[in-house]
């Protein structure tokens, strides 16, 4: 398996909506949404307003659309590890995917184009800690120190210019249904997960298919197809989210790199089921 940067994925996914003639504005949010049985009003944060048959939050974990239609949303949680990702380059000859589970970073190359790789690693994360760019590249290759083979190669080859970020991690999942009637929640704003399945995005799409298959059903009220559509995620976006958790949590107490393996081996084969 490959890679895809975000970047990348967002030129295929702009160029087909473009395509498609839909109307994108950027550079604005949504201030205010109220509902009524036929429509959702929504006033923007430029001023403007318009009335929509349904209004989708699909604006992350820390979803706007959310905070504004659901007062009692369950919070994000930190979970105590954080995710360092680094885009480099290819080593010559790097021709698989490798994953490091038995050491107490747990971390991982993937080919992410011809010339590019992406490293991912898993570290302890203290409340609160604050990493400043400038230190980022430095702290990573401490963190690295006493790999050996590719990782030791990406490590002494890094350089100060290559993308790096430091996340800590945070997970939740929403209560079913994730509607309110004809505002609807889709992606990490419904469930954010951390990247041990490496299958956020992941779900996020099959939201947008199922939603989208909801949605076309015939001759039914629009709130029982986004309840339709909430009833058929939650139990699988709920076994990434818990899973992936689980996985986090079994490698912040020393798990062996068995137990973890076979943790995420599990997570990842129900995950072959239908959707
Ligand atoms: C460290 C890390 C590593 C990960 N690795 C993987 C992986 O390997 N594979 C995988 O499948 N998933 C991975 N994920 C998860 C993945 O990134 C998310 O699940 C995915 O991006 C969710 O997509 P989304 O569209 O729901 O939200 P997002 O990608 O967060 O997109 C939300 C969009 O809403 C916009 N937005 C936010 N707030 C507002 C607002 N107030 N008004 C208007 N717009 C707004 C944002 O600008 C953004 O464009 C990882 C996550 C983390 C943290």
Known sequence: TGGIMRPVLHRIMQARVNALGIPVRLGLTVDALGEDADGVDVRFSDGSDGRYDVVVGADGIASRVRALAFPDAVEPAETGQACWR??????EGFDRNEFFLGHQNAAGL??????????????RHEPGAWLSEAEAHGRLRRELADFGGTMAWVRDNMTDEDWINYRPLAAMIQPDPWTTGRIVLLGDAAHATTPHLASGAGMAVEDALVLGDELEVAGRPVADSLRAYSARRYSRCRHVVETSVAVGKLQLEGGSA???????GEGLHALAAEY
């Open 258 to 264: 068995e137990q973890v393996g076979k943790l995420i």
């Open 110 to 123: 993937n080919a992410c184009g011809p010339d590019t790789i992406y490293l991912w690693m898993l570290t």
């Open 86 to 91: 680094l885009s480099t380059k290819r080593p």
